[in-house]
């Protein structure tokens, strides 16, 4: 197949198919990222401000549901592409889905809100682990450009959120939240024309589904999806018109609970029921304690959107001269500094491994965390001027999001590797869905979290960042305490069941 073959180096010699991935993501990545840097600020904006006037404690649960439902509905969008759609067939609809999530948005009608969410968020679960994965797709297996051609996709999701959060982010405060979201969705449309018009370079890559069913399952599996989108819609009708109270703090509750319940379930299935040989438990035992650090580190992570989002429209001084600066172009600094440390990190690790410095999975994991909880130490302070009635510099948020970066490239792509070394091979693909879950229940923490923010009692923020931040310097020298342990069991070798006998208790 051409895209596969060394000779094709269209995109700055790698596959040209690499190309249409890469300015899709970057639209849909400028969607995505435009629209949620501006949600929890119009939800508690006022009605003159054509805002729904929620408090923060309802806006922020709103906001933690819709992050964590973002990534948990990749799990059924990634099942969907491999025995119904194919990725390529996904990856459209998906974008075609969240296109019109976004157009409902910028409709000046708050009665249609929530379906424009809901539509994002199923648009999104089907498109955005499917990009990801056709990206591997276009090289063979020992293709040595592969690792690079994440690296410059990566950057196209950084630049696609650069622009999302300058182009909307500036819009909402000068036209108008419901010019930002047409323009997210102006964004959706100019990937999907790219992408219908470059889709001959992605030739036969994923363009069929990668599991064959029999068309009986097939049948049985588009009337579940139909019913569960009828339930769906009529749950959604039901509360638009009045008829159905939802409050979103007791759902976010019980959501948070679902999914790690859910979570430990599936990881305990293949640890328990998956025949595992001892090496390969001693090695699902050192992931269990970086996905704790993952959800963890996202519950802090994701204030971004939400607690911090705020302080930076409320509580910070916004003026440069006769210019006031939006508040989400302050969540763009998460991704300058990515591109920027993004090369310095990678040669960190590179030169630690030379000087045979290598810290274990675990460790990079509870560093990254610690670094993140640091950054609400700064907050902390800018809390304690803030709730003495005067607006704070911007350097303090923008400290605070260089922080989070450092942390977020302490442990982010540790994570992902450590997933992919460190699951049993027959299990590879499941365990990275379950490792998704991870992010949804950081999320929907993190919306809890942020709810505690009441605007009212500003005095009691500076304690509410101190305790998470302290509560995540103490979940992170915990589990940098275990990785001493763990570090030995990451570095036992895969072993087959046929390779390793299972103790006399598993061969019944």
Known sequence: MTTKTSNDTRFFGHPGGLQTLFFTEMWERMSYYG???????????????????????????????????????????????????????AVWYGGIIIMCGHIVLAIPSNSTFFIGLILVVLGTGLLKPNISAMVGELYDEHDPRRDSGYTLYYMGINIGSVIGYMVCGWLAPNMGYHWAFGAAAVGMAIGLIQYRATSIRLNNVANQPTVQISDATKKKSWLGIGIFLIALAAVTTMASLGKLTINPVELAKYVAVAFTIIFFMYFGGIFFFGELTESEKKRMGALLLICVASACFWAGFEQAGSSLNLFGRDYTDRLIGSFEIPPAWFQSANAFFIIILSPFFAALWINLGKRMIDPSYGAKCAIGLIIMASGFIVMFF???FAASGLKVAPYWLVMTYFLHTVGELCLSPVALSAVSKLSPKRFAGQMMGVFVLTYSIGNVIAGLLAGSFDPNRLDEMPNLYIQISLFSIAIGIVIFLLSLKTRHWEKLA????????????QQG
């Open 494 to 505: 895969e072993k087959t069941p046929q390779d390793e006998p299972h103790p006399v208790a």
């Open 35 to 89: 629209m949620r840097a501006l949600l929890v600020l119009f939800m508690t904006a006022s009605l003159q401000q054509e805002g729904l006037a929620f408090t923060v404690a309802t806006a922020t649960a709103i906001y933690g549901l819709y992050t964590g439902a973002v990534y948990f509905m990749g799990l059924p969008g990634g099942w969907i592409a491999d025995r119904l759609l194919g990725g390529q067939k």
């Open 382 to 384: 800018a809390a304690q």
